[in-house]
């Protein structure tokens, strides 16, 4: 499923092939060559009103340049197209380098590979804690494993949002990591999300230190089970 805003960029993309189409041109009398003989000769060449297409290149510049990522190889491409001319086959190159933009980003090309393999990586260990708590006897208390995993997912998810804000979110005070509960207070003052979403983590952190210092009476197998689901659907939200 789509998100919202990759649905509305990919929407100004279509705009903005179609658009490039019905941009209006003329055309000028060039030489095309000059001789003794026969003087010059003249050929007519077309290209866009400089005004229309002005303004189509500042919009597809600005689309280009939150759709396709600082680190691609297409970044050289993107950062000259301000300064494209206003010749036809420069709108024909444009819209064919769009077209296949687009196409990439909407199939998930331009997704940061190590932000996926990470996701992949936190959902596997979700996975084990879902494990622990269906195939474990209460006596073996797999819901107190089930919390350390979880929480620790959490953190470590809560980390990497940090860097992935603009600018980025300091993870570490005086040289010294912020714990769960410092993540959570940061990224809500950063407006990441909200205090009854804050009030939600803090519960789930305190579940992770009861069974991280076995105070196992502090929490129950219920509330784990919670905290497991709730942790996968909140990063899955703001991963």
């Not at 400089?50 to 050289?76: A, C």
């Not at 197209?81 to 196409?103: C, H, M, Q």
């Not at 980025?168 to 714990?179: M, S, Y």
């Not at 990224?187 to 803090?202: G, P, S, Y």
Request: hydrophobic share 40%.
């Amino acid at each position: 499923m789509k998100s919202k805003i990759k649905e509305r960029y990919l929407s100004r993309l279509d705009e903005l092939i179609l658009q490039a189409a019905s941009l209006p041109t003329d055309s000028r009398e060039i030489i095309a060559s000059v001789s003794m003989d026969e003087g010059a000769s003249y050929r007519t060449e077309q290209f866009m009103k400089l005004t229309g297409f002005v303004e189509w290149r500042t919009s597809v510049s600005s689309v280009l340049d939150v759709v396709v990522p600082h680190g691609s190889i297409h970044r050289k491409a993107v950062d000259g197209f301000p300064n494209l001319d206003n010749e036809i086959e420069t709108r024909d190159y444009a819209v064919s380098f769009l077209k296949s933009v687009r196409y990439d980003f909407e199939n998930g090309f331009f997704e940061d590979i190590a932000s996926e393999i990470d996701a992949e990586i936190s959902a596997d260990y979700l996975s084990q804690a879902e494990s622990l708590l269906s195939f474990s006897r209460p006596s073996d208390k797999g819901e107190v494993a089930a919390a350390v995993i979880s929480g620790a997912v959490l953190e470590h998810g809560l980390r990497m949002i940090c860097t992935t804000l603009e600018p980025p979110e300091p993870t570490e005070v005086n040289n010294k990591n912020l714990a769960l509960g410092g993540l959570i207070e940061a990224l809500k003052k950063r407006k990441v999300f909200n205090e009854l979403t804050a009030k939600q983590l803090r519960s789930w952190a305190d579940i992770r230190n009861s069974a991280a210092h076995g105070k196992f009476e502090e929490f129950n197998r219920s509330q784990v089970e919670s905290m497991v689901s709730g942790v996968s659907e909140f990063l899955s939200r703001h991963g």
